[in-house]
């Protein structure tokens, strides 16, 4: 009774949240799946993209890396060890030596070009390839061009008409690079902290279309003046309810969270003229 008693204003916060930003737009974020899902299903893997999509999810994020021999692959981590049942970089390893490679559960090590074709005939996505280029013994100056030229020419090659597909990094190296490549292609600058008026100058430098932030600490008001300015803001991480309920509070144009069918039925929970 008294944990039901905490929570009641606690719920009753959150709702008057969603219910005063209803009154201001009839847009919530587009729900993003954050490597598939990657508190649902095993990251990066066949099995949490298509059963999102299946769910009625729009939106996904993956991590694109290179291995030795030039094909690239989805991994978030700097090392299979965590998520695979090999160790050690993607990058000092040949695309045929991955094929061996499974989750830690028995799926396949997935492939960009797989995964962009399976995307290839559902239009009206919104996917982030993240290039997880930052490690700089991984990835030197030398290797950035290579790097960007396949995954553009990829991207663009399985990109349905009216989906947007955005290259995305924390990285400034291969954000500067596939400007160069596409002068409209759209591009996210990622930063592990929340919106400020530095972080907007820095994607105005950088010719991005996109701002990703931390969620937590960023306000409304900058949002907003982000979003006059013309970008879209995508805010992050989500590992619960709560992250969505802020998410529509700060007027976000994207949502990226680690828990998407949950995000998804909450969505379609919320009153009818903010689910839009």
Request: glycine share 6%; charged share 30%.
């Amino acid at each position: 009774m008294l944990r039901f008693v905490v929570l009641c204003p606690v719920l009753a916060g959150l709702a008057l949240c969603v219910n005063c930003f209803a009154e201001e737009s009839d847009q919530t974020p587009l729900i993003l799946a954050h490597r598939g899902g990657a508190h649902e299903f095993e990251e990066n893997t066949m099995e949490g993209f298509e059963a999102c999509y299946k769910r009625g999810i729009r939106g996904f994020e993956t991590d694109i890396r290179m291995t030795k021999d030039g094909v690239l692959v989805l991994l978030h981590d700097d090392t299979l060890d965590r998520t695979h049942n090999s160790s050690g970089p993607v990058e000092e390893k040949l695309a045929d030596d991955l094929k061996k490679v499974q989750t830690k559960k028995g799926q396949d090590f997935l492939l960009l070009e797989d995964f962009l074709k399976y995307f290839q005939d559902k239009p009206g996505v919104y996917l982030e390839l993240e290039m997880k280029t930052s490690n700089k013994k991984l990835y030197p100056d030398t290797r950035i061009a290579e790097y960007c030229d396949k995954l553009y020419a990829l991207a663009k090659k399985y990109k349905p008409a009216d989906s947007d597909y955005l290259f995305t990094s924390f990285d400034e190296r291969p954000l500067v690079a596939m400007r160069k490549l596409d002068e409209d292609w759209p591009i996210a600058i990622i930063a592990g902290k929340p919106l400020s008026l530095e972080f907007i100058e820095r994607a105005k430098r950088l010719q991005a279309t996109h701002i990703a932030c931390h969620i937590s600490g960023t306000s409304r008001e900058l949002v907003q003046k982000a979003q006059k300015l013309g970008y879209k803001v995508n805010g992050w991480p989500g590992h619960k309810v709560e992250d969505y309920y802020l998410a529509i509070g700060l007027g976000l144009d994207v949502a990226c969270t680690d828990i998407p069918t949950v995000i998804q039925q909450t969505k379609e929970n919320l009153p009818a003229k903010n689910k839009k």
